[in-house]
């Protein structure tokens, strides 16, 4: 999402270049999901490729639904004719991904402490009942 946004906005890129430009600068499967966004932006409306394209990423990564579905609401802030527009809905976007990300770092940790207390007394109980 950086990357689209970044092309809008400094090289004032049109969608189709700008998915473009971001697929050369990305991994498989992401960079296949951008040229083949990039190629259907010829006709219809954005927001149904937009979702039919991102049904087709959740097929070849290991994005859930629930990510698939928060990615949505940005085929709805793309596609605008006013630039700003376009890249004050990718920033909030952005932010929003990036909260996302913090929480589920926090859980992470917990989950860590949790898992290794628990190795832990699983590990000591093991030995109290093979001695």
């Known amino acids: 999402m950086i990357l689209i946004s970044n092309d809008i906005r400094y090289r004032h890129s049109v969608l189709q270049e700008a998915f473009l430009n971001s697929a050369k600068k990305t991994d498989k499967p992401f960079a296949e999901w951008l040229r083949l966004l990039a190629d259907r932006l010829y006709g219809g409306d954005f927001y149904d490729i937009w979702c039919l394209s991102l049904s087709e990423l959740d097929k070849s990564t290991c994005l859930t639904e629930g990510d698939i579905e928060e990615l949505k609401p940005i085929g709805q802030t793309l596609g ?52």
């Open 80 to 131: 605008y004719l006013d630039i700003s527009a376009q890249e004050m809905g990718l920033r909030l976007e952005i932010d929003n991904l990036h909260e996302k990300i913090l929480k589920l770092d926090e859980n992470l940790y917990d989950r860590m402490k949790v898992s290794v207390v628990a190795g832990t007394v699983l590990g000591i109980l093991t030995v109290v009942v093979l001695v």
